[in-house]
């Protein structure tokens, strides 16, 4: 019973790290009433407080080590942390949860493509076949399915935001892969945290000033606040990394691709979201896409790694 329960548990907790994930977008969804930089200084305000009693002893005993890797720390600090959440929110202003999450599925390919231009890696001629698969799903949900749109401009000002967001996670996926191990993991995330709560700070006081500071001590923003710090700041990350450490990264990283299905679900059922053809059609082409670009890829690196051992043996 044990040896089954170990082998299904990873799936378990990625089960939840995409639940929790699709919560982001839906309570991101849910607050658009207050601004996007609001919204993420908060959320980061909260997981700092979660943060301080189990990150800062880490963050103490090796700040030799984050000011000697201060320049990786933080562009990951500013893309992965401060900017992403702020423009996922600041598009959530504009466009539907649904298409926030379909778009956000890209964000693989557009890593294994700054990966190709920026560390020279080389892409397979499959691999650049879903590039171009899961591109023209992305694009075919931001126009509705309608080719006229292209020519029109007349595009959803948050499919256009959300650029930003998947710009920003790509460059910030980059630098952990290449920088990451030079950290603690409690103490990286609390360092992280903290340094975008104080580079958020200043404009969530422009914020406040021209549009007025927002009452914030309703039930519902707490409890949407809380979630937010909590489960997918924290909770999510740590049920990921633990994922990754018993299937490896390639597994871990395709289940995230069930972010839309989950999305598009609460979507329907607590936001009052109708979910289109056009959107399920783009979903599967993007998620086709990236399965054929990111496993290809994993596939001829285990191949060489395989064909390395044998000619040593």
């Known amino acids: 019973m044990q040896g089954r329960l170990g082998v299904v548990y990873p799936y378990i907790l990625l089960i939840f790290v995409v639940l929790f994930y699709a919560g982001n977008i839906l309570i991101g969804k849910a607050l658009n009433d207050l601004l996007p930089f609001t919204i993420a200084f908060l959320r980061l305000f909260v997981a700092l407080i979660f943060l301080f009693p189990i990150g800062i002893r880490s963050a103490r005993e090796h700040r030799a080590t984050f000011w000697n890797h201060r320049r990786p720390l933080l562009i990951m600090t500013l893309t992965g942390v401060a900017f992403f959440n702020t423009f996922i929110y600041g598009a959530l202003q504009y466009t539907s949860a649904t298409n926030v999450s379909v778009l956000e599925t890209v964000i693989p390919v557009l890593t294994v493509i ?3 231009f920026l560390l020279k890696e ?3 001629p499959l691999q650049w076949i879903g590039v171009i ?3 023209t799903g992305a694009l075919w949900v931001v126009i509705d399915g309608r080719f006229g749109n292209l020519v029109s401009l007349n595009w ?3 499919d256009i935001i959300m650029i930003g967001a998947i710009l920003s996670w790509s460059v910030y996926s980059i630098v952990v892969k290449q920088s990451i191990h030079l950290f603690p ?4 995330l609390f360092m992280m945290t903290s340094i975008a709560t104080l580079v958020l700070f200043p404009f969530v006081v422009i914020e406040w000033w021209v549009y007025g500071v927002p009452y914030l001590w309703k039930v519902d923003y707490i409890l949407g606040f809380l979630y937010l710090g909590i489960f997918p700041s924290l909770i999510a990350l740590i049920f990921y990394n633990n994922a990754v450490e018993q299937l490896g990264a390639s597994k871990a990283s395709v289940f995230l691709n069930f972010l ?3 999305t598009m679900g609460g979507a329907y059922l607590w936001l009052g979201e109708k979910i289109t053809l056009m959107q399920v059609t783009g979903a599967l082409l993007v998620i086709s896409g990236v399965v054929l670009t990111t496993q290809i890829g994993k596939k001829r ?3 060489r790694g395989v064909k390395s051992k044998v000619n040593e043996a």
């Open 114 to 116: 700054l990966s190709a």
């Open 122 to 124: 080389r892409l397979l």
């Open 133 to 135: 698969i899961s591109f």
């Open 156 to 158: 959803n000002i948050g």
């Open 185 to 188: 993991p409690l103490g990286a």
């Open 260 to 262: 839309p299905v989950f």
């Open 301 to 303: 690196k285990n191949h």
